[in-house]
């Protein structure tokens, strides 16, 4: 067993063994971020799903209202005026051919790789090297369309790729520590909502199995999903 540090085990005391109210688990959650650095807000959800079967896979989007907190660098593979279209909409990194050889020499200095449809047959060569990281533009993921600027716009506001991984659990962060409580709430139920909405059509039983929150070096803290679920918009908002 790894040895859990003072910091830590001092952190994991504050939290009760209990379901929190979600306003109230996300203060408890900035008041555990305690590392030197600005941490992540994370979100481990455990649904009733088995991935291994295709229609129980969960792979979406998620567009966070009050944004990531982080700044997105995207870099988009396109050709002829489309180039010159993702330069125009505020792409970090545009290019054709040449942009997919740099990636396969290890250039990775990006968050987001968009591509178009007709250059994707040149891109899948690069799916060993993109997949580990979650950077393989897909169109379920919105990261391959001839829409670059609606696209670039919405990953740089706050748009997030996330999936269920092989356990069923999805782990995606849904903003900064800074936040305030309130807008980490917004962007909370934002995502419950998007996973309740791309409910795998194959998911039998009780979806919703257990959800917990957590600063990047903080405690986990369990979260009363029915409260969460139950919540107006209007009232996180």
């Known amino acids: 067993m790894p040895k859990i540090s003072r910091r830590l085990q001092s952190l994991q005391a504050k939290v009760e ?3 929190y109210n979600p306003l109230e688990a996300l ?6 971020a305690t590392a030197k650095f ?3 807000a994370e979100a481990h959800i455990r649904l009733g799903i088995d991935p291994k079967y295709t229609d129980q896979q969960l792979r979406t989007t998620v567009a966070l209202p009050k944004g990531t907190g982080q700044i997105v660098r995207v870099a988009v593979i396109a050709r002829g005026e489309k180039v010159n279209e993702a330069s125009s909409a505020g792409a970090d990194i545009v290019g054709s051919e040449e942009l997919i050889d740099e990636i396969q020499k290890g250039r990775m200095d990006f968050d987001k790789l968009i591509a178009t449809p007709d250059v994707m047959p040149q891109v899948a060569k690069l799916g060993k090297l993109l997949g580990p990281r979650g950077l393989m533009p897909s169109p379920k993921g919105g990261t391959v369309t ?4 609606g696209a670039i716009a919405e990953f740089k506001a706050g748009k997030l790729e996330f999936r269920a991984d092989r356990t069923g659990i999805v782990h ?3 903003g900064k520590t800074t936040f305030s409580p309130e807008d980490l709430l917004v962007n909370l139920k934002a995502l419950q909502e998007t996973i309740d909405r791309n409910r795998p059509s194959g998911a039998k039983g009780r979806y919703w ?3 917990y929150v957590s600063a990047t070096m903080g405690p986990s803290i369990k979260l009363d999903i029915n409260a969460l679920r139950d919540l107006k918009l209007s009232q996180a908002a």
């Not at 001839?146 to 600027?149: G, P, S, V, W, Y």
């Open 17 to 19: 063994d209990k379901d």
């Open 27 to 32: 203060a408890l959650l900035k008041d555990t």
């Open 38 to 40: 600005t941490e992540t």
């Open 146 to 149: 001839f829409d670059l600027a």
């Open 172 to 174: 995606v962060m849904f």
């Open 209 to 211: 199995r257990t959800f």
